[in-house]
């Protein structure tokens, strides 16, 4: 069993954020992460090591495994190099918190939903009370 985590740090819209990209037996997992200013390569591992843990990470996507042999230690590093000219979301990264951001939505939507039907219960049961409460007096 092979666990890879990547985080690509980037610079959008006036503030610096980063994507935590895990995989794990074939399922794949990306949290989303706001650092304010520019971080230092201290404060990234310092944000690593306390709150790693604490991160919500999207559900898991399926994706297809892919046997990696050696690799040539040139090609290795043109691989580096590529990944470190990468700027922003990868493509997987951006579909999964999609995914989730649609999934939050959908939760929130129902959560709304009941709440909002349980104050119009409670409303109709009060307004009852009231003509009961009125009525009694008489």
Not at 16 to 39: C, H, L, N, Q, R
Not at 50 to 63: A, D, E, G, Q, V
Not at 70 to 84: C, D, F, G, L, T
Not at 111 to 137: A, C, F, T
Request: include cysteine; glycine fraction near 8%.
């Amino acid at each position: 069993m092979e666990i890879s985590i990547k985080l690509n740090v980037f610079f959008e819209g006036g503030f610096w954020g980063g994507v935590f990209e895990k995989v794990y037996d074939g399922k794949y997992e990306v949290s989303k992460i706001t650092f304010g200013a520019e971080p230092k390569d201290y404060e990234v591992f310092d944000f690593i090591l306390k709150n790693f843990y604490n991160l919500r990470f999207s559900s898991p996507i399926c994706i297809e495994s892919v046997e990696k042999g050696r690799i040539n230690p040139k090609r290795y590093q043109r691989e580096i190099k590529k990944e470190m000219g990468n700027k922003g979301i990868g493509t997987k990264a951006q579909l999964a918190m999609q995914l989730q951001h649609e999934i939050n939505k959908t939760e929130k939507k129902i959560v709304s939903r009941e709440e909002k039907e349980e104050e119009k219960q409670r409303k109709y049961e009060s307004r009852q009370q009231n003509k009961k409460d009125k009525h009694r007096g008489h």
